[in-house]
């Protein structure tokens, strides 16, 4: 790749394929958007496209960014391994057509997702080089753990949020001169977002907050054998029990099992008025329901990056996120009945003031002056020669 010029912009394509990597990206893409030295085009695919999921390309449409293709790779959720294959198939042809024939100077991927594992294929296919942001961290219970470090070999730049996750990124061969610590996006949104008061987000739930209540997200865990709808049902035991609460609850992500998921929670909701179910919040929405909870409840990773900073604590149901780095607000328990309810005892009780171990809140500066010197007006050599650690 070559940006011959200083006078040339660099030519960035940011791939969004998730609310949720969008929602964490968004202050990176805003500055790269404002960057004088930037072109910031914008691939929109995946789950953002689909009407189960809540269409959530209008989040992205109304914040003004520049979408340049929008790609269609999955027409539902993906029920099985042979449906996955051929989502991450289409992917690959997709995108490796969409680069071939755009030619962006550097691809921009958030995280660990299958689709983003296919996007970074068709960048290597291309010989365009990627920057990972959230490399190095583990997620023991979910086949998002080998795309996460697969995604990670076939990048130039790494953009970690701890240093013990960039110096995992350095294990795997990395030069530890293209690995940073800038620590999580998801830390400056929250402390930047103006959220909305409680009476203002009941209306747009059409939800009466007249109740303390929880934020609930529950994914599948994805390197466990039909276990989804198992635990799910433990937790559904522990939310009936609780009518004198109410529940805010997102449906799961495009996973194995999560339209399993998704349709279980749509028939508890109609048994328990006590609980809704979205398809997407959207940052604001979800940001503000967190402000005012008494706790988060479920396996998102969010649960353990972002929530800390609201100084509200986590309930972490089973493996799905095992292996990440906790702040002290997290409170693990196993999938089944009686330990989530000795947990949300604990959870209300809790009365901490919370250190969040994913950085400071200045992450997009950071991340657009590394991007900006990597980058810009350089010449990049994409043979990478593996660093071995001394011994």
């Not at 500055?31 to 030295?37: G, P, Q, V």
């Not at 992917?91 to 983003?116: A, I």
């Not at 023991?140 to 990048?155: C, L, N, P, T, Y």
């Not at 939310?239 to 805010?248: A, G, S, T, V, Y």
């Amino acid at each position: 790749m070559t940006n011959s010029t200083n006078t040339e912009k660099l030519k960035i394509c940011a791939v969004t394929t998730t609310r949720a990597d969008y929602g964490i990206m968004r202050p990176l893409l805003w500055k790269l958007d404002k960057a004088e030295w930037c072109d910031l085009v914008l691939a929109v695919t995946g789950t953002h496209l689909l009407k189960a999921f809540g269409y959530t390309i209008k989040e992205v449409e109304k914040d003004g960014l520049n979408i340049d293709k929008k790609i269609s790779i999955m027409s539902k959720a993906n029920d099985d391994a042979i449906e996955t294959a051929n989502i991450m198939a289409k992917t690959v042809k997709k995108f490796t057509e969409y680069f071939n024939e755009r030619r962006p100077d550097v691809v921009l991927l958030l995280g660990d997702r299958f689709e983003t594992f296919e996007v970074a294929a068709a960048c290597t296919i291309c010989r365009i080089p990627i920057i990972h942001i959230a490399g190095g961290e583990t997620t023991e219970g979910a086949i998002d753990e080998v795309f996460r470090h697969s995604i990670s070999k076939m990048s130039y730049l790494h953009l970690a949020s701890t240093e013990a996750y960039r110096n995992r990124i350095i294990q795997l061969g990395e030069d530890p001169k293209r690995v940073y610590n800038t620590g999580a996006l998801g830390v400056e949104n929250v402390l930047n977002v103006k959220c909305l008061d409680k009476e203002e987000l009941g209306k747009e739930l059409s939800f009466e907050l007249d109740k303390p209540y929880a934020v609930v997200t529950f994914h599948p865990v994805t390197l466990e054998n039909d276990s989804a709808i198992d635990q799910l049902h433990e937790l559904l035991k522990v939310l009936h029990r609780h009518q004198e609460m109410k529940f805010i609850i997102t449906k799961a992500n495009a996973d194995l099992s999560g339209e399993k998921i998704n349709a279980e929670l749509e028939k508890f909701v109609v048994k328990n008025e006590n609980c809704i179910v979205v398809s997407s919040l959207g940052t604001l929405k979800y940001f503000s329901a967190i402000k005012y909870c008494e706790c988060v409840i479920g396996n998102s990773s969010s649960g353990i990056v972002e929530v800390p900073s609201f100084n509200k604590p986590t309930i972490n149901i089973g493996d799905r996120q095992k292996g990440r780095i906790q702040a002290d607000s997290t409170i693990n328990c196993r999938p089944l009945e009686a330990d989530i309810e000795k947990a949300l005892k604990k959870a209300l009780k809790f009365d901490k003031n919370v250190v969040n171990p994913y950085g400071d809140g200045k992450t997009s500066d950071k991340m657009v002056k590394i991007i900006k010197k990597t980058f810009y007006g350089k010449d990049i050599e994409l043979k990478k020669v593996f660093y071995d650690l001394e011994k």
